[in-house]
């Protein structure tokens, strides 16, 4: 059974940063690749980043391009997401993903879900 636990998500100004981080607990998934998605109220949870378990091929929606990085470090069995230069619309519950290959958690088909942690971007 593997349990997908993110943290780092809160409040914070528009122009500002935060950083969101995924732990798979009951194994590891080094050989999977790992994504991160968002849901706004009343919208459909949405495709943000995700990056292949070498860490050599990224992915992003446009609407963070530049402004989100996604990484991950398999020793430490941990993905994350920087996210800069915050707007008010990046505000959604953000949900960690797992799945392989990455074409499969692009898609939003991924093995493993994340409960999600809340991000607020506020005027």
């Known amino acids: 059974q593997v349990q997908l636990v993110e943290s780092g998500g809160g409040l914070v100004q528009a122009g500002g940063s935060l950083r969101l981080s995924c732990v798979p607990s009951g194994r590891a998934l080094s050989m999977s690749a790992m994504g991160w998605f968002r849901q706004a109220p009343g919208k459909e949870r949405e495709f943000v980043a995700a990056i292949n378990w070498r860490g050599g091929s990224t992915n992003y929606t446009d609407s963070v391009k530049g402004r989100f990085t996604i990484s991950r470090d398999n020793a430490e069995n941990t993905v994350n997401l920087q996210m800069n230069s915050l707007k008010q619309e990046d505000t959604a519950v953000y949900y960690c993903?797992?799945?392989?290959?990455?074409?499969?958690?692009?898609?939003?088909?991924?093995?493993?879900w994340g409960p999600g942690t809340q991000v607020t971007v506020s005027s």
């Open positions: 993903a797992a799945g392989s290959p990455l074409s499969v958690v692009v898609a939003g088909k991924p093995d493993y």
